[in-house]
């Protein structure tokens, strides 16, 4: 892995983001070009052939996004899903991926309705337990997939230990670290082997583009991924490559005060006597807080809280001003969502039990406002139950 010679804030703001040659703009220019200039037949300039392959705002994500996963390269594409169908291009039929069975609802979506037809097969089981892992590793397992936290139990995995497991057998790992982002959490550092990121969430950070990325901890891996970009051609946008550079410069800030704000909501909710129950990873009683302070450098902002029943989830959710009621997370403005009849809709009442996932449950991705409002608009929305 590379090694951390500048701080991570001084990495999101300066890697791959150092002043453009031509003119000295501080800021990467965003090269909306398809194609570029040959000075004569066979001889591309600096490498640049067509946009597909090559476009040099993509790289310089690129090269920002390795290194603050501390990883060899990264590759970006069109977004979350489009990151984790290039994953699955690294396989083929025959091999075997044993994954989480709380997953981001579109991977197993993915997996089972598109990636079973091609004679890939996935057994998915708690990863909680590494014995659970150890137990479903076959001769033909190519990788574990895991997501830590899980989405929206907050259900924790020890990466270190699943690594080692996999690593036992010849696997591999990728960590979904969608939830966490490299500020709180570096997998490769933990042993896994590739890293996965939705950018649409805490790195772009601002709701207002949709991306994803592939961290590589090997040159096979990065080479493997850069051809799946050029054959498949799901990559990302210039435009959006540059919203995402721009978004990452204040990612080091907005981590830090996701997670006071996530702290202070959390404590807020347990004490509320209209919450049954609030799952943060922060809290003590959080049944994994050890390995959450172990793993993590802080809990972030993505809590689950249990309103009792889908009537009162109903109600609340109704009666939130300040709070945007709507999918997705990681933005600088406090989200809140219904996993039950949103996000995990799919998964049915039986997959939804099975994983301990209730009607009641509310979602809440804790922005950066004053938290003040967020508490009061929160107080407000909670008597009406
Ligand atoms: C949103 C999300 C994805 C999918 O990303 P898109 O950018 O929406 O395609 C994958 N994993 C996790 C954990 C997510 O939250």
Not at 123 to 138: G, H, I, S
Not at 366 to 384: H, S
Request: some cysteine.
């Amino acid at each position: 892995m590379t090694t951390e010679r500048r701080g991570f804030a001084t990495r999101a703001i300066h890697d791959g983001q150092e002043p453009e040659a031509l003119t000295g703009a501080v800021v990467v220019p965003i090269y909306a070009t398809s194609t570029y200039q040959q000075d004569e037949l066979g001889k591309p300039r600096l490498g640049y052939e067509y946009s597909r392959v090559s476009n040099p705002t993509r790289d310089r994500l690129e090269t920002n996004l390795a290194s603050l996963e501390g990883g060899l390269a990264a590759r970006v594409f069109a977004s979350g899903m489009a990151a984790v169908t290039a994953f699955c291009q690294m396989m083929k039929a025959g091999d075997h991926v044993v994954a989480g069975d709380n997953l981001y609802g579109g991977t197993p979506r993915f997996f089972n309705q598109v990636m079973a037809k091609f004679g890939v097969t996935f057994t998915y089981v708690d990863t909680k337990n590494a014995e659970n892992v150890a137990a479903a590793m076959r001769g033909n397992t190519r990788y574990v997939f895991l997501e830590t936290p899980t989405n929206p139990l907050m259900q924790l995995t020890d990466i270190a230990e699943v690594s080692a497991v996999a690593h036992e057998k010849g696997a591999e790992v990728i960590v979904d670290n969608t939830f966490m982002s490299p500020y709180f959490q570096r997998p490769l550092e933990l042993g896994a082997d590739m890293v996965l990121h939705s950018t649409t969430k805490f790195l772009n950070g601002h709701s207002d583009g949709l991306g994803g990325v592939i961290v590589c901890s090997t040159m096979e891996q990065a080479a493997d991924l850069a051809f799946i970009q050029k054959a498949s051609g799901a990559i990302l946008s210039p435009f959006e490559s540059w919203l995402i550079l721009r978004g990452i410069k204040t990612l080091a800030v907005r981590m830090k005060q996701h997670d006071v704000n996530g702290r202070v909501v959390a404590g807020f909710l347990q004490k509320h006597p209209r919450v049954e129950k609030v799952i943060y990873p922060g809290l003590a009683e959080h049944p994994q807080h050890e390995l959450a302070k172990r793993q993590m450098r802080g809990f972030g902002s993505m809590i689950t809280m249990d309103t009792g029943s889908l009537e009162n989830a109903k109600r609340m959710l109704k009666q939130v001003k300040l709070c945007v009621l709507g999918e997705s997370l990681g933005g600088v403005e406090t989200l809140i969502s219904h996993p039950a009849t949103m996000t995990h809709a799919a998964l049915g009442e039986e997959g939804r039990a099975k994983i301990g996932l209730t009607d009641g449950m509310v979602r809440v991705s804790v922005g950066i406002e004053d938290v003040d409002d967020i508490l009061a608009d929160l107080e407000q929305a909670l008597a009406v139950i």
